[in-house]
């Protein structure tokens, strides 16, 4: 049971590159959320999923994209790196019992865009 | 806005002092949330609250709902303890969002 994982774990990007960030956990959630984490602000949520082929824009989901094929896995797209897109990502699956969540986090991946 | 304010933002201790860290929302919740984010960055779930009082180890979380507030309390506060502690809400207002504060960044010195 390897939990929530993501890869990769650093990534450097010249602007206007673009690149793919994967997010698969094991555990059979239906709730998968991708946050970015910067200096001083809280995690900011860029995009979720509440199952299988469904997705939904969070606070700050301008540059981002995702997609949701297969339960186990969420990925986000960046098509044109910006260097305002340097960051932390976090994905977090959730298992959800009526109103009782348990956030599961990824370890993280560090984006530096040039 | 911020749905989520934490005080302090920053805290030291000394090895073995009792420590609190605040929490105050602006939203209707369902539940809240505290997490640990070590250096390095990992962030661990520690506790879910609806009401009441939960403790595991030296951590005790309450929430207050009429007040809208909640408090992590540290027991005995060892360097290990040292991490950034996170607050985050979710309830019938905010869908399937969580609202997260900014975080408290706790170092306890020997």
């Known amino acids: 049971n390897a939990g929530v994982t993501q890869t990769p774990k650093f990534r450097v990007l010249k602007t206007g590159q673009s690149m793919t960030l994967l997010c698969a956990q094991d555990?059979?959630?239906?709730?998968m959320y991708w946050y970015r984490q910067d200096p001083g602000m809280g995690l900011r949520l860029i995009h979720y999923?509440?199952?299988?082929?469904?997705?939904a824009k969070g606070e700050v989901p301008d540059g981002y994209n995702v997609s949701r094929l297969k339960k186990q896995n969420f990925l986000l797209g960046l098509e044109s790196a910006a260097p305002s897109q340097t960051s932390v990502y976090f994905c977090?699956?959730?298992?959800?019992?009526?109103?009782?969540?348990?956030?599961?986090f990824g370890p993280g991946t560090r984006l530096t865009v040039l | 806005k911020n749905e989520v304010e934490q005080s302090p933002q920053n805290l030291t201790a000394q090895e073995g002092e009792f420590i609190t860290i605040n929490c105050s929302y602006s939203?209707?919740?369902?539940?809240l949330h505290w997490l640990q984010q070590h250096p390095g960055g990992g962030i661990v779930s520690l506790f879910m609250?609806?009401?009441g009082k939960k403790k595991h180890g030296r951590l005790i979380a309450t929430i207050n709902i009429q007040e809208k507030h909640s408090s992590l309390h540290i027991t005995a506060s060892h360097p290990r303890d040292s991490a950034v502690y996170i607050c985050?809400?979710?309830?019938?207002?905010?869908?399937?969002?969580?609202?997260f504060g900014t975080g408290t960044s706790l170092t306890v010195i020997p």
């Open positions: 977090a699956s959730v298992r959800r019992l009526g109103s009782t969540d348990t956030q599961y």
């Open positions: 609250l609806s009401s």
């Open positions: 999923s509440v199952g299988e082929g469904t997705t």
């Open positions: 939203v209707g919740i369902s539940a």
């Open positions: 985050a809400v979710r309830g019938p207002n905010t869908g399937n969002q969580f609202y």
């Open positions: 555990m059979n959630h239906e709730y």
